[in-house]
């Protein structure tokens, strides 16, 4: 990975969350995300823009490494960080989608860690494929 794009974020990583029915007075539904991603999605977006990346565009493939960071709880805990891995990611690629590359469909490989340390954030590096 020479060419590729590296930044941090920080703040505290936060899932895309499923979408849940919420019935309204009137009987009727409407769906709502189950998690406020929002925030999280935004400072990744940012933070993807300001290390000026070259966006990779369509059709050559894409690999994402991403290390979320959380905080050490101050009591002993078996529990891993919060958040499924899965949903960590995903907020991340739709948030980088138009920025570092064309489609987060170009993700072709995908490397994802999760780890307690002295702070909160996301150590994310993207690159072309190349073959």
Known sequence: ??????????????????????????????????????????????????????KIAKPHAVEVRIWFDFIEPKKATNEFPKGDIDKLARSCLDAMTGIAYDDDAQVASLVLHKRYGAYSGARIIVAEIRS
């Open 1 to 54: 990975m020479s060419d590729h794009l590296s930044f941090y974020v920080d703040g505290t990583p936060r899932t895309k969350g499923s979408w849940r029915p919420i019935r309204r007075k009137d009987g009727g539904t409407y769906m709502k995300p189950s998690t406020d991603e929002r925030p999280w999605a935004m400072a990744v977006a940012w933070s993807a823009r300001a290390a000026k990346p070259v």
